[in-house]
């Protein structure tokens, strides 16, 4: 994720990849690799890399961010902006660990920001100054869209949109599985099925049309889409989508309450 953000970052022009400290403690390939591929600084010291920064970016595995804070509590001032994009991490978790009055926001994107594509949700902590919402969203900006919402609301835009690119992976392999398996050669399907999904994002991000009444544009009655959304219906489509969405929210929320007793195991 964090290499996807700063990707993101350096493609739109909004920041230079020299001014992105990124660390790694254990793998010297991998710091090589983050250098050669976008000209950032990869470095082993967290130290170097926090005392440098005016914003710095958490994204480690929830289970790792108790031991992430503890390694840099000594350093971070309350002057440097913390932005978290930790799934189901309270932001009163991180002051409470950090002390003092640590602005933290908590930022919620997606791996489409490696193109510039997510949709990201930005939730600020309880020290945050309305300038600081402004810096941050100036900076996720740079890799999607942003919105802000309240914290409380950060585990279903986790379900829909953190997640959310999988689900539609998942409709890509389904489409291009059911296009390979009526005889067409894989790298067509797959060109079929990404380009639907493509076009029809498109189509609902251009179009004055809701969703709704573009489905109902492609669905000619007793046709072919008809009969196609019948089996979707059938076997659970929507329903199944939404399902997702709530699942993937209950374990953002299960991830929240582990943070209210320790220890953290996932
Ligand atoms: N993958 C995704 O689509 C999204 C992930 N997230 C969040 O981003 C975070 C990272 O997820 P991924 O990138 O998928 O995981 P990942 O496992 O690929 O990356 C986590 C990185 O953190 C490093 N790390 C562990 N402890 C550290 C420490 N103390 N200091 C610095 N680095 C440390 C690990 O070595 C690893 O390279 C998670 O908390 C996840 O909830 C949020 C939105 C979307
Ligand atoms: O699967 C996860 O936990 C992370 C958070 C949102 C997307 N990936």
């Given at each position: 994720m964090a290499e996807a953000m700063a990707a993101g970052m350096i493609e739109s022009g909004t920041i230079e990849p020299e001014?992105?400290?990124?660390?790694?403690?254990?793998?010297?390939?991998?710091?090589?690799?983050?250098?050669?591929?976008?000209?950032?600084?990869?470095?082993?010291?967290?130290?170097?890399a926090?005392?440098?920064?005016d914003v710095v970016i958490l994204a480690m595995k929830p289970k790792d961010v108790e031991r992430?804070?503890?390694?840099?509590?000594?350093?971070?001032?309350?002057?440097?902006?913390?932005?978290?994009?930790?799934?189901?991490?309270?932001?009163?978790?991180?002051?409470?660990?950090?002390?003092?009055?640590?602005?933290?926001?908590?930022?919620?994107?997606?791996t489409s920001s490696m193109i510039g594509k997510s949709i990201s949700a930005l939730a600020a902590?309880?020290?945050?100054?309305?300038?600081?919402?402004t810096i941050a969203r100036a900076l996720i900006r740079s890799i999607g869209e942003?919105?802000?919402?309240?914290?409380?609301?950060?585990?279903?835009?986790?379900?829909?949109?953190?997640?959310?690119?999988?689900?539609?992976?998942?409709?890509?392999?389904?489409?291009?599985?059911?296009?390979?398996e009526g005889g067409i050669e894989t790298e067509t399907a797959r060109k079929m099925a990404v380009q639907t999904v493509l076009g029809a994002g498109m189509m609902a991000e251009q179009s004055e049309d809701s969703p709704s009444a573009l489905r109902k544009k492609v669905t000619s009655p007793n046709?072919?889409?008809?009969?196609?959304?019948?089996?979707?219906y059938e076997n659970g489509g929507g329903e199944a989508i939404e399902a997702a969405v709530e699942n993937a929210a209950t374990r953002s929320k299960e991830i929240s309450n582990q943070f209210n007793k320790k220890p953290v195991t996932q």
């Open positions: 001014r992105i400290i990124m660390t790694n403690r254990s793998n010297e390939q991998r710091r090589q690799e983050l250098m050669e591929n976008h000209g950032v600084l990869a470095t082993q010291s967290i130290e170097f926090v005392r440098e920064a992430a804070l503890e390694g840099i509590e000594d350093f971070i001032t309350n002057e440097q902006l913390l932005l978290s994009v930790l799934a189901g991490v309270p932001s009163s978790f991180i002051e409470e660990k950090l002390e003092g009055e640590q602005p933290v926001i908590r930022v919620m994107p997606n902590g309880e020290h945050v100054s309305d300038e600081q919402v942003t919105v802000v919402i309240e914290e409380e609301q950060m585990d279903v835009f986790t379900g829909v949109a953190g997640s959310g690119p999988a689900y539609i992976y998942h409709v890509i392999e389904s489409l291009e599985k059911a296009a390979v046709g072919t889409t008809q009969a196609g959304l019948e089996a979707l």
